[in-house]
Structure formats: C-alpha cells, structure tokens
C-alpha cells in the first residue's frame, strides 16, 4: 500500500516537475544583458535629459530631449548588431498602419473630448494644461510635437524599450494568447509613464501611462512604428486644441 502511495504521488508529481523543468530552461536562454542594459540606458537617458535640459542647455530642451532618446536607442542597438523596430514605410505596412491608426482615432477622440468636457462642466481642473512655449507658434509647435515630440519617444519607448522586452520574453514561451505581447505593452507603457513623471516632476503624469498602452498596442498590432509616432503626434495635438477650448 505504501509503495502504491508513493508511485502515485511520484505520477502526480511529474507534470510539476516538467514545468519547472521548462521555465528553469527558459531563464537560462534569457539575454539577462540585454535585460540590464534596457534598464541601464532608460536610466541613463532620463538623468541626461534632466541634467542637459535643466543645467545646460535649458534654453536649447526643445532639441536635446529628443536628441538624446533617439542616440540612447540607436547606439546601443548598433554597437550590438541587433535588428531595430522599423517604422515601417513599404506600401502594405503603411496601408496597414493607417486603417488601424483610423479606427484608433475614431474610437479614442471622441472618449478623450467627452472626458475632458465633463472635466470643465462639472468645473474640475485639467489633470495637464495645454502651455504653448512662450515665443513659438501653433504651427511651429505642431510641428515639433510631430518631428521630434512623436518620433523620439517613439523610437525609444517603442522601438527600443518595448522591442527589447519582447526579445527577452520571446524565448520564455508565454506567447499563448499574446501574453508576450501584453506584458511588453505594459512595461514599455510604465517605463514611458515613469519617464514624464520624473522629468516634470509632477506625479499627475503618471496619467501617460494610458496613452502609453495604446502606442504599445499600435506598435505590436501593425509591428512598426509608423503608427505609433502618428497616434502620438495627433493626441498631442488633439490633447492642447480641446483642452485651450474648454478652459
């Protein structure tokens, strides 16, 4: 009887043991470097941006911010040879890119205007106020928010951070349903999150961490970063023109 007890517990054991097997395999292929340098250059260039901007070149923030999250994702990238996220410019992707960005659009604005309406009806202030810098256009400022706003933190969060975290999580076999996926638009979107919040210091910006779902969920959905940086530009915009409006 004792021995029929311990062949069943052994029998009962042996899925776990499997399991265990399985995941101790896939933490042995893990790239724990890249998982260290990710980390490393998000820290690296949050602290430069706030040094540079606010210490020496204050004046000149506008251009170094974005300068210094596009280096801080392609130099990495090139000295390891590896493949960056790309943004996507053959005549499918772009057609792609854009339905989807189009049905983002159609689904989001309407939601982030009757909000921000509610907000200023029922006389509640605005979890960010539009500021126009002083001495810079509309249009120039729309511009800005496109070519180096969008594009920079773009290239970063998505194609960097959020890339590197679905290398890492590519060999631990949690692909089922797009958790892979999930996980990495989570991280690249607290990552994105936790940037705004330190660099404003203003813990009211950790509000970016929704928009930050819906760019990783753009990024993986088309798998470029075309509409990404678009969708990042045009809630900017749409963002500053309905909140001047309301107030």
């Not at 928009?211 to 470029?224: A, C, D, N």
């Amino acid at each position: 009887m004792f021995c029929l007890f311990s062949k069943v517990s052994t029998e009962k054991l042996q899925p776990i043991r499997r399991s265990a097997q399985f995941f101790s395999d896939r933490l042995e292929k893990l790239d724990i470097s890249l998982l260290i340098e990710t980390f490393l250059v998000t820290i690296a260039a949050i602290l430069a941006i706030m040094a540079f901007s606010k210490n020496f070149f204050p004046g000149d923030a506008w251009f170094v911010a974005p300068g210094i999250l596009v280096g801080a994702a392609i130099i990495p990238t090139v000295i390891k040879k590896r493949k960056f996220s790309g943004i996507g410019f053959s005549v499918s992707r772009i057609r792609h890119s854009l339905v989807v960005l189009g049905w983002t659009c159609v689904v989001v604005f309407p939601s982030l205007f009757a909000g921000l309406w509610l907000l200023g009806y029922y006389g509640l202030s605005l979890p960010l106020r539009p500021i126009l810098p002083e001495g810079q256009s509309l249009a120039c400022w729309i511009l800005y928010q496109f070519l180096y706003v969008a594009v920079a933190e773009e290239v970063f969060f998505r194609g960097y951070v959020q890339g590197n975290v679905l290398r890492l999580l590519s060999v631990t076999g949690l692909s089922h349903f797009g958790l892979q996926q999930w996980i990495s638009i989570t991280l690249s979107a607290a990552f994105f999150a936790a940037a705004h919040i330190i660099v404003g210091g203003q813990i009211i910006s950790i509000l970016t961490f929704v928009p930050g779902l819906i760019l990783g969920w753009l990024f993986v959905r088309t798998g470029s970063l075309l509409a990404p940086i678009l969708f990042h530009g045009l809630a900017n915009i749409c963002y500053f023109l309905i909140a001047a409006a309301i107030v």
